[in-house]
């Protein structure tokens, strides 16, 4: 993937040749094909540009019936308000287009109201009316970029980036206000046929060299903002500053090779192009949400993980599970959804804040009243389950601390059945299993696993090593033999 960059004097040149290229653009592509959708960016350029599509006498080549706007990202706020990037694109463009643009055709992400009271209701309608749409690849997805070269509202180090398998997510705590917004995915965002960066300023020199390097994503959101058919920047001379481009250079377009990927980006981005096997619906997206708002450690499974649980549970029958690490509710909220009718789920987790968390997600998951979740030290919760001769569990998953792996092995045959699954997660360790002096507990803890099961009676079990968005670990899959 190349990303084509086209150098301008200055902003105001800039904001001019985008319009200029985008009426061309659409009239090109109406020449074979309707409708047009097209995906508008807000900021200073941004307004700057759709202000000089209205004022081109070009516009009027354009078939605007057959063109239908949408918005990469929006400040939740209420319709109407000044700082929403739709009123501002309706100032500068569409007020000025009258009938020619059918309304229908404008799909603004909705405001906040008492209907929409949260970013993710607005995320997942807008969600929906791009379904209704029929999910069309956008023929030009138009961003702006930040100095800290953020895109839409997907912000360096920030949990939005991650998000798959859906087109849009409600964005909390943005570093630029204000904290609340709705953007587009990087799953939508590279379904595009045409992505078009727009940055000006010397403020954003570093950003720009920074993506067209290959930075990594979680750094760089940027970098990330790739067209299937082709990625184009658009910039100012200033914001060229650190790639020594040349004056020279102002009108002419030059490719930027991607960096080659490393390994970990390679596995994130493959996991992204499967996540739509894997797919968060705003429940799933809820409870990370509330998890890492309370504070809980990020080491959930990956939604990719959670679908292979679910799966499990479904093929193996399982009535009754057992999860041994509770954290916000993440992946018991897959398992609980693969219960039948009359199912039941027990979870242990230690820290109760945790647990009140999770508790709280998975009632508004709409499956609370499936799920027991038992606060304190799992080895006791277990034992206290064995001396009440607890009815067997089908299937256990274990994701809590690793030193403990063999005690709560031995502790699950007396809570399970012949045929019982048992899935231990994370015991590949980034490789350090194999380090028999290795100082962390945990990875001795699976270590004494591993000699556990190579001579236990009653267990036959294997590893799967993984790679994707969490890194390079494993989980271990036994069966309860007789």
Do not use: C
């Amino acid at each position: 993937m190349t990303r084509d960059v086209v150098v301008h004097p200055d902003a105001r040149i800039l904001a001019e040749s985008v319009a200029a290229r985008l009426l061309t653009h659409l009239v090109d592509v109406q020449s074979h094909r309707s409708p047009v959708h097209v995906v508008l960016t807000g900021g200073t350029v941004g307004i700057a540009s759709l202000e000089a599509v209205a004022a081109s006498p070009v516009r009027d080549a354009v078939d605007w019936s057959g063109v239908h706007l949408w918005w990469g990202d929006e400040r939740f706020l209420p319709a109407g308000d000044p700082d929403r990037n739709e009123t501002q694109a309706r100032g500068a463009l569409i007020d000025a287009l009258g009938d020619a643009l059918p309304a229908e055709n404008v799909h603004a992400m909705p405001a906040l109201s008492d209907d929409v009271p949260t970013p993710e209701a607005s995320a997942d309608a807008y969600g929906e009316t791009f379904a209704a749409a029929g999910s069309p690849a956008f023929d030009v997805v138009l961003l702006g970029m930040g100095p800290d070269g953020h895109v839409a509202s997907l912000f360096p180090g920030h949990e939005a980036l991650a998000v798959t398998g859906r087109p849009t997510v409600g964005v909390h705590g943005s570093p630029k206000p204000p904290p609340e917004r709705v953007s587009l995915t990087f799953d939508a965002i590279r379904q595009a046929r045409e992505v078009w960066v727009v940055a000006a300023g010397a403020e954003k020199a570093q950003a720009v060299a920074s993506a067209l390097r290959g930075a990594p994503v979680d750094t760089t959101p940027a970098a990330g903002a790739l067209g299937t058919e082709r990625t184009l920047w658009l910039v100012d001379i200033a914001a060229t500053e650190t790639l020594g481009t040349p004056a020279a250079l102002s009108t002419t377009a030059a490719a930027f090779p991607a960096a080659p990927e490393t390994a970990s980006e390679l596995w994130t981005h493959v996991d992204h192009y499967f996540s739509v096997l894997a797919h968060e619906d705003s429940a799933l997206v809820d409870t990370r949400h509330a998890a890492t708002a309370g504070g809980l450690p990020d080491i959930a499974v990956a939604p990719n993980q959670g679908k292979l649980l679910h799966l499990l549970a479904q093929a193996s029958g399982a009535r009754r599970i057992l999860e041994i690490g509770t954290l916000g509710g993440y992946s018991t909220l897959w398992l609980a959804r693969a219960l039948p009718e009359g199912g039941r789920l027990t979870t242990l987790e230690l820290e109760p804040e945790h647990a009140r968390v999770a508790t709280e997600s998975l009632s508004r998951a709409g499956v609370g009243a499936s799920v027991d979740v038992l606060v304190g030290p799992a080895a006791q919760t277990l034992d206290s389950l064995i001396a009440e001769d607890t009815e067997p569990y089908d299937l256990v998953f274990i994701d809590a601390d690793k030193q403990s792996i063999p005690r709560y092995l031995e502790q699950s045959l007396a809570l399970t059945h012949p045929g019982s699954l048992v899935v231990v997660d994370n015991v590949v360790r980034g490789g350090a299993v194999i380090q028999a002096d290795h100082a962390d507990e945990r990875v001795q803890g699976v270590r004494a696993m591993v000699e556990l099961l190579t001579r236990h009676p009653r267990y036959d079990a294997t590893v799967v090593q993984t790679v994707g968005a969490k890194g390079y670990d494993g989980f271990a899959l036994l069966r309860v033999l007789g």
